[in-house]
């Protein structure tokens, strides 16, 4: 079970987009994940007639290290380290480390 997963809401904490936040998009290996709106880059693609693709500069997300960032707190309105707790009926969930609230609802 990881701390930050797909469709999170997180804050980066870290390097040039500092202090934006962001859905994430998806998990691109065990410590990058792909957030929306954070480290947009201009990429040259070539042409490629065989998938239909355009070519020309396109901005697209790149992967950030997940140390980077943290999960947003709605509670606080800020980021939040976060922990797993075991409940009574022997689910693990996550809860966040400032209110010991769960984040999974």
Known sequence: MSKIRKGDDVVVIAGKDKGK????????DIDHLVVEGVN????????????????????KEMPIQISNVALF???????DRVGFKMLD?????????????VVDA
């Open 73 to 79: 707190n709605p509670a606080t309105q800020k980021a």
């Open 40 to 59: 947009r880059v201009k990429k040259h693609e070539k042409p490629n007639p065989m998938k239909g693709q355009a070519g020309g500069i396109i901005e």
């Open 21 to 28: 936040r962001g859905t994430v998009l998806s998990r691109f």
């Open 89 to 101: 009926d022997g689910r693990k969930v996550r809860v966040f480390k400032s209110n010991g609230e």
